[in-house]
């Protein structure tokens, strides 16, 4: 999928490389009721459908409750979506491309309407914030998942030791 030009008045962009694999980064981003338990900026998220384009999901934050619809999915690479709050709509696109090491996640978000126009040097600030502090979130809230994914295999594989032992 090309990305085209867009003529959006705020549009910002981050990106971040993370030590855990597409699939890993994938599970944390897709469960979007979870976003709330690492995303300290959303209050509550609410998703009850498999992601597929068409899926509505809904997400509060300080500024309110976005209600959005999947524009685009192809798990574990892209998640799209649009959503609206008052007079502003917004679009992200998240993509996931894995690495030797890892996985690099790369996030592209827009705003339109009439109230991004109004507030377009504010709105651009912050949602530039955001997504430097969410990509950032996420990616801490995936490699903590591995280490304890680790932590658990190690102590599988110590438990089995004392057995073997015992016996």
Same mark, same amino acid.
């Given at each position: 999928?090309?990305?085209?030009? #867009? #003529?959006?008045? @705020?549009?910002?962009?981050?990106?971040?490389?993370?030590?855990? %694999?597409?699939?890993?980064?994938? +599970?944390?981003?897709?469960?979007?009721?979870?976003?709330?338990?690492?995303? !300290?900026?959303?209050? *509550?998220? @609410?998703? =009850?459908?498999?992601?597929?384009?068409?899926?509505?999901?809904?997400? #509060?934050?300080?500024?309110?409750?976005?209600?959005?619809?999947? $524009?685009?999915? /192809?798990?574990?690479?892209?998640?799209?979506?649009?959503?609206?709050?008052?007079?502003?709509?917004?679009?992200? +696109?998240?993509?996931?491309? !894995? *690495?030797? =090491?890892? +996985?690099?996640?790369?996030?592209? $978000?827009?705003? +339109?309407?009439?109230?991004?126009?109004? *507030?377009?040097?504010?709105?651009?600030?912050?949602?530039?914030?955001?997504? =430097?502090?969410?990509?950032?979130?996420?990616?801490?809230?995936?490699? %903590?998942?591995?280490? /304890?994914?680790?932590?658990?295999?190690?102590?599988? =594989?110590?438990?089995?030791?004392?057995?073997?032992?015992?016996?």
């Amino acid at each position: 999928m090309e990305e085209q030009q #867009s #003529s959006a008045p @705020v549009r910002a962009q981050a990106q971040v490389d993370i030590a855990a %694999s597409d699939r890993q980064v994938w +599970t944390v981003l897709a469960d979007i009721a979870s976003w709330p338990t690492w995303n !300290p900026a959303i209050r *509550l998220a @609410v998703c =009850d459908e498999e992601l597929e384009v068409g899926t509505r999901f809904r997400f #509060s934050t300080e500024i309110g409750t976005l209600k959005c619809r999947i $524009a685009a999915v /192809d798990a574990p690479r892209l998640l799209s979506w649009k959503g609206r709050v008052l007079v502003i709509g917004e679009r992200q +696109t998240w993509r996931i491309t !894995p *690495l030797k =090491d890892g +996985t690099h996640v790369s996030v592209r $978000a827009e705003m +339109t309407g009439i109230g991004a126009h109004m *507030l377009r040097r504010r709105l651009t600030e912050r949602l530039q914030r955001v997504l =430097d502090a969410v990509v950032q979130l996420l990616r801490l809230e995936a490699e %903590s998942r591995v280490r /304890d994914e680790r932590q658990l295999a190690a102590l599988t =594989d110590e438990q089995r030791r004392r057995t073997i032992a015992r016996e």
